[in-house]
């Protein structure tokens, strides 16, 4: 999920795909309606274990909290705000609600599964092949 809202708070990249960390790609949120104002922003990874969030927010109300999730698949290192070292919190940190650039640099985590849309739809699918073959043979329509 990219963009959320809990309450007085504005939840920014709390769901991304390790797929997407890619050297060279960027994940954008354009115009994206809040009850905040309007939420933009672009998170690019220029080299290995290293992205930059990139926001142009138009909030007409600021949220009490602005919060960066961090991918639960990478140790993060270190986060910047516009220059300045922030703390850490779990797996998110609050930014203030007038950062305009984030740097963050992280380690991979070991034995983290290679996750996508792609293969969960394909596993699904051959989960559901093999329950109905199953249910085919033997008329069990549990399919376990």
Known sequence: MMVRE??????????ISPQWLQPGKAIAVQRAPTDFGQVNFTLSFPAERQAVLTLDNRFRARPQHLVLHLPWFMSVNSVEADGKQLAVSGNAV?????TRRVELRWTAKPKVAALSYDKAVAEYKAEYRRRYEQFLRTGDNHGR
């Open 6 to 15: 809990q309450g007085s708070d504005l939840h920014l990249l709390s769901a």
């Open 94 to 98: 609050n930014l203030p609600a007038a």
